[in-house]
């Protein structure tokens, strides 16, 4: 690659400008760069405590949420015209706008309680909440939960008496 003048540009297919040399080289030096992120990641896990026999315990007013992928309360519904409504957090819909697909964006989310602190006098554990979007990430054993006041709770789903 270097003896001919070509210049290996990650992502991009050069294939039919590479000699045979300079495709075994460069294979080469993918295969080394991919040893040596893997050996990187894997020293990173060293002295990793264990989460095997460990439980997640709020302190205080904190309660640690697992956030739902799609809000499990709400469906999406079309109108007769065309328009969609009801979608949620951060769904995909179609723009007519912009002829793209976009994200939509709500400052509520929806999240089942895994843990309560204390000093929580309004929620329990199992419980699923509605809460405002601003959760701090726990990173627990790639659990995918997230810790926020109980303040910051605005309600609870509960069954009906």
Known sequence: MELTGI???????????????DKEVMKKLQEQAQLEMADNLCKQNEGVKSAANKEIVACNSNVIIKLYDRNPYRSIKTSASGIIYGLDGHEMYFSHESGEMEESHQEIICAEVIAIGPECKNVKVGEDVYCRNIPVPIPFDNQGYYAITEQNIICRIVNKN
């Open 7 to 21: 210049h290996y540009m990650p992502g991009l297919d050069q294939s039919e400008d590479l000699t045979t040399t």
